[in-house]
């Protein structure tokens, strides 16, 4: 009923094949990909490249598509997530222009899903960063569109250090922000990259939006999350979010899955549920990455069709 992956960032230091491979020996049937420029990481979790959208060519994309067949794995999506809104325009084109390679490489490699963020300047209000949105945004939904590619925004608020304080990198964070998102850009090739642990540190029912969004669902990340009561009760919400939540493999945490795999069965959901390994406790080796991705498995399993 649902295509179980993994998202490949956690396999960093991995080829390609390596991953395809590792995702074909442990029961995997696709993997989002990431493909950032290749450099220097501005982040954890980011810098990864296991697509080159700069370089891609056709007759790399068909030897993707050939290993692809061979191991019986495809490509969930393409991940690329930077800040499309960054007050410095320079960068803001930078990161806008891979972007659109990337969504191009995607056509060229007949994936249909392209994930990232919207982007935010966290210094300005609301209201000054929908100014940006609209100035941005509908000419990237119109280039997806034009190469069949469905843009998945993640809901994750990008508000974890002390640069991107007070608001974060990402504005496409609640309910209230996607429904009038959708309303500026309707288009059906824009939705979202559903990840319920961000909805649950912010204090927000993880299982509700599903139902409200459930033609906006393009792509699922399963990451869970726990909340350190006893921290929130001393630093409050305001505190960067990180002094009193971290990401956890799915089922370490306070997601509910049952419920969670419920309401996308109700809706009928039929796409793709990847793996997104963030917990620091599965770290320190490779091995230690394997094990949280194999237990991460291991427990969702129980939701999914053989």
């Given at each position: 009923?649902?295509?179980?992956?993994?998202?490949?960032?956690?396999?960093?230091?991995?080829?390609?094949?390596?991953?395809?491979l590792f995702a074909a020996a442990h029961r995997f049937k696709c993997v989002e990909l990431m493909c950032w420029p290749k450099?220097?990481?501005?982040?954890?979790?980011?810098?990864?490249?296991?697509?080159?959208?700069?370089?891609?060519?056709?007759?790399?994309?068909?030897?993707?598509?050939?290993?692809?067949?061979?191991?019986?794995?495809?490509?969930?999506?393409?991940?690329?997530?930077?800040?499309?809104?960054?007050?410095?325009?320079?960068?803001?084109?930078?990161?806008?222009?891979?972007?659109?390679?990337?969504?191009?490489?995607?056509?060229?490699?007949?994936?249909?899903?392209?994930?990232?963020?919207?982007?935010?300047?966290?210094?300005?209000?609301?209201?000054?960063?929908?100014?940006?949105?609209?100035?941005?945004?509908?000419?990237?939904?119109?280039?997806?569109?034009?190469?069949?590619?469905?843009?998945?925004?993640?809901?994750?608020?990008?508000?974890?250090?002390?640069?991107?304080?007070?608001?974060?990198?990402?504005?496409?964070?609640?309910?209230?922000?996607?429904?009038?998102?959708?309303?500026?850009?309707?288009?059906?090739?824009?939705?979202?990259?559903?990840?319920?642990?961000?909805?649950?540190?912010?204090?927000?029912?993880?299982?509700?939006?599903?139902?409200?969004?459930?033609?906006?669902?393009?792509?699922?990340?399963?990451?869970?999350?726990?909340?350190?009561?006893?921290?929130?009760?001393?630093?409050?919400?305001?505190?960067?979010?990180?002094?009193?939540?971290?990401?956890?493999?799915?089922?370490?945490?306070?997601?509910?899955?049952?419920?969670?795999?419920?309401?996308?069965?109700?809706?009928?959901?039929?796409?793709?549920?990847?793996?997104?390994?963030?917990?620091?406790?599965?770290?320190?080796t490779p091995e230690d990455v394997h094990n949280g991705i194999l237990l991460s498995r291991n427990y969702l399993e129980q939701?999914?069709?053989?």
């Amino acid at each position: 009923m649902h295509d179980l992956g993994l998202v490949s960032a956690i396999l960093a230091d991995r080829s390609l094949e390596d991953v395809i491979l590792f995702a074909a020996a442990h029961r995997f049937k696709c993997v989002e990909l990431m493909c950032w420029p290749k450099g220097r990481a501005e982040r954890r979790y980011a810098g990864v490249t296991h697509i080159d959208a700069d370089t891609l060519t056709s007759e790399e994309a068909a030897a993707i598509k050939q290993l692809l067949r061979e191991q019986n794995v495809y490509i969930s999506g393409l991940g690329y997530y930077p800040n499309p809104l960054d007050p410095d325009t320079e960068k803001a084109s930078v990161y806008i222009a891979h972007l659109k390679k990337v969504i191009a490489a995607a056509a060229l490699l007949g994936v249909s899903r392209v994930n990232t963020f919207i982007g935010r300047d966290p210094t300005a209000t609301l209201e000054h960063n929908f100014a940006l949105f609209q100035k941005v945004w509908p000419d990237i939904v119109r280039f997806a569109e034009d190469h069949n590619v469905k843009i998945g925004i993640e809901n994750c608020p990008m508000l974890f250090t002390q640069d991107e304080w007070p608001g974060g990198k990402n504005m496409a964070v609640s309910p209230a922000v996607w429904e009038r998102m959708f309303t500026l850009i309707p288009s059906p090739s824009f939705g979202l990259n559903y990840d319920p642990s961000h909805l649950v540190w912010q204090q927000m029912d993880e299982v509700r939006p599903i139902y409200d969004f459930r033609e906006r669902i393009f792509h699922v990340h399963l990451k869970d999350v726990r909340v350190y009561r006893e921290k929130l009760n001393r630093c409050g919400i305001l505190a960067i979010p990180l002094d009193y939540h971290s990401p956890k493999l799915p089922g370490l945490g306070e997601v509910n899955w049952r419920s969670f795999f419920g309401a996308l069965t109700d809706i009928r959901y039929r796409g793709p549920v990847c793996i997104e390994v963030e917990d620091k406790a599965f770290e320190s080796t490779p091995e230690d990455v394997h094990n949280g991705i194999l237990l991460s498995r291991n427990y969702l399993e129980q939701f999914l069709a053989g």
